[in-house]
RNA sequence: GGUCGGGUGGCCGAGUGGCUAGGCAGAGGUCUGCAAAACCUUUUACAGCGGUUCGAAUCCGCUCCUGACCUCCA
């Protein structure tokens, strides 16, 4: 653990090297989806994108607690804290129990994590099993003195927590700018302040979901949950807190003020949040309709695709760019990164058939895992990473064609750091479920056509060959021996 | 309007002062019965205009364009 990670901080909006409150313990939040519909893929960008620094941190020898939470409840259609509540919304349409919507979007969005290959979290908790927990810090909040209640709704009073505490540090915004832009007509606000929040809300006769609490029956705003279970499960003040871009402003923002009013203490030290996928230069997003679902993406199935794509390229695809930039979306960039992640399982399946010879390798091999590490302690830099191991690749590929030689010692090293990077680090994995059974007849297929064109039988070697490339499978001719993969 | 970003070659996307990532696509070559794969070589760059510097895609200024947030969204 000699390595010195530098982490893009959004409270100082620099880099800065990332020192553990309590090495080697990280404390490691997520902000994870609202389960009333299913993810779509900007979504999950966001949480492949930790997954990569939860599994870098892993690999460094860590010991992360990585809490991500499953917003079930609180999280309301309209601004101003009316409206109806997502699930509730959503049930009424489906004809289902609230808690049907979660459960059903919540097995939909693992399924899809699954089929990315992130890692669960270690703890994935809640709204609705943390309503205790949420009106305790109410309490707390109240009785610091800034929160107040009107009608059975808790505010949160941003001008007075202002007065004395930066409420804007994420956004650097100006409070009196903010109120410019928050300016209200209608005069039923019952809210102290503009910018005041609720944290719990009163329910209306019509609302299903609903606690009791010491001022009503009612829910929870949206952001006190966050602030109740990182506090629970990572302590008062923790590492490292993560999310999209889109939630700095508002939720994080109400999220660090909660906190520091309930603890008197700034909850994170090291705020990440990664940027937008775009479609045409225009964020992903539910509301604008150009979202699209990793099933839709995986079986081609939408307006706006030409083909599917399997959810490793995709994974790839996501990888290649910085988690601070913005990815813009196309067919053809996801087509590049199929080829492109094609290539590189290809020459990883290869690393078993090298043999190694000579006294010196034509890479140095220590250089490049110096260059790999350097890459992704430079805040996560995947797509430096992958620059890096696409020179392995290349590598790789001389040496079993007869034009680069590898040490035994080299090639062990090369295998371990391959191995490290691409299915450890990057999350990747192969596709290709290498069964016996597929295996052997390909063997099979194979022999026969090597026979064919021993005996100069090139019509019949060409029909195999052809025949199979029409059914997706490419047969490589190398000097020595006949291999296969998909295209 | 405010806050924070971005404009890089055909596409995606790294890169913050000199050594000009990477993937995909294009061109030429090697290999091959052919094809593919692989390898080698290679073309089209840093929005524009000024400035600082021996030297700028990279720093500064101005202009243009564009995105996100400020209202639910990762």
Known sequence: MTNNILIYNTLSRTKEVFEP?????????????TVYSDVHLGNCRTFVSFDLIYRYLLHLGFKVRYVRNITDAGHLEGDRDEGDDKFAKKAKLEKLEPMEIVQKYTLGFHDVMRLFNALPPNIEPTATGHISEQ??????????????EVNGTVYFDVEKYSKEHNYTL???RLLEDLLEGTRVLGGQDEK???????????????????WPSPWSVGFPGWHIECSA???????????????GMDLAATHHTNEIAQSQACNHTQPVKYWMHTNMLTVNGTRMSKSAGNGFLPGELFTGQHPLLKRGYSPMAVRFFMLQAHYRSTLDFSNDALDASDKGFKRLMTAIALLNKLKPSGEKSGLDIQDLEKRCYAAMNDDFNSPVLLSELFEAVRFINSVYDGKAV?????????KKLMNNFVFDILGLQQEIPQSNDINKLMEFVIKLRNEAKAAKDYATSDKIRISLNEMGIQLKDNKEETSWSKI
Not at 137 to 145: A, P
Request: aromatic share 10%; charged share 20%; with cysteine.
């Open 192 to 210: 102290k302040g503009r910018l005041d929040f609720a944290l719990w809300i009163k329910a209306k006769p019509e609302h299903i979901m609903h």
């Open 229 to 243: 279970m990182s506090n629970k499960y990572l302590g008062e003040r923790f590492d490292i807190h993560g999310g």
């Open 170 to 172: 994420l956004t650097n």
């Open 135 to 148: 009106i305790e810090m109410v309490k707390q909040i109240i009785d610091n003195g800034y929160a107040y």
């Open 21 to 33: 409150i309590n090495a080697p313990f990280v404390g490691l939040y997520v902000c994870g989806p």
């Open 406 to 414: 590898v040490t035994e010692s080299d090639l062990a090293l090369l």
